[in-house]
Antibody
Framework: QVQLQESGPGLVKPSQTLSLTCTVSGGSISSGGYYWSWIRQPAGKGLEWIGRIYTRGNTNYNPSLKSRVSISVDMSKNQFSLKLSSVTAADTAVYYC???????????????????WGRGTLVTVSS | SYELTQPPSVSVSPGQTASITCSGDKLGDKYASWYQKKPGQSPVLVLYKDTKRPSGIPERFSGSNSGNTATLTISGTQAMDEADYYCQAWDNSLGVFGGGTKLTVL
């Protein structure tokens, strides 16, 4: 059974770079044609999609974070990672990694949805 | 950028039907997914491709999507269904979540 696990520092200082890793266990990150995403939720607020990566290296980022975000994949370690630079208190949130699976519809369009989530990790930005 | 709008809260009595809407420009031309989020837990997929239920999701969860509105319907709502619900869609390869709806069962 495939599982996702986030890891990384729980405390980051303002203006520094937040770095998190998601380890995929129970299956290969490179199989199945999945997209791998980062999603966050500040306390008391809603879910925010940060970005995604395909194992071929294609990435897409939330326009509101694009200038500060980088997502990469390390297939040898079965991991993908998030870097968010120049963080402020507004970046304090629970960060989730998630897998986006999908399928083709009858017209050949490939639809996706988040079918697997990590447990989430709280990152606090504070001096 | 694309936006999805949900009502902040919906209340329902146990055993009744709850409907949660999600509005976005021509949302019916996209596929909507719905996620249940309880405090301290990871989100759980409850519907995908507008109407499809993953294995393990009760039949009381159903959905529709047409025009500018997708709807999550919970029939025979139970106390365990009390949670935040988020709709989600893709717009030009970018993921978008609605702001979430707190479902209260009282």
């Amino acid at each position: 059974q495939v599982q996702l696990q986030e890891s990384g520092p729980g405390l980051v200082k303002p203006s520094q770079t937040l770095s998190l890793t998601c380890t995929v266990s129970g299956g290969s990150i490179s199989s199945g044609g999945y997209y791998w995403s980062w999603i966050r939720q500040p306390a008391g607020k809603g879910l925010e999609w940060i970005g995604r990566i395909y194992t071929r290296g294609n990435t897409n980022y939330n326009p509101s974070l694009k200038s500060r975000v980088s997502i990469s994949v390390d297939m040898s370690k079965n991991q993908f990672s998030l870097k968010l630079s120049s963080v402020t208190a507004a970046d304090t949130a629970v960060y989730y990694c998630a897998r986006a699976g999908g399928d083709y519809d009858s017209s050949g369009y490939y639809y996706r949805y988040f079918d697997l989530w990590g447990r989430g990790t709280l990152v606090t930005v504070s001096s | 950028s694309y936006e999805l709008t949900q009502p902040p809260s919906v209340s329902v009595s146990p055993g009744q039907t709850a409907s949660i809407t999600c509005s976005g420009d021509k949302l019916g031309d996209k596929y909507a997914s719905w996620y249940q989020k309880k405090p301290g837990q990871s989100p759980v997929l409850v519907l995908y491709k507008d109407t499809k239920r993953p294995s393990g999701i009760p039949e009381r969860f159903s959905g529709s999507n047409s025009g500018n509105t997708a709807t999550l319907t919970i029939s025979g709502t139970q106390a365990m269904d009390e949670a935040d619900y988020y709709c989600q869609a893709w717009d030009n390869s970018l993921g978008v979540f609605g702001g979430g709806t707190k479902l209260t069962v009282l």
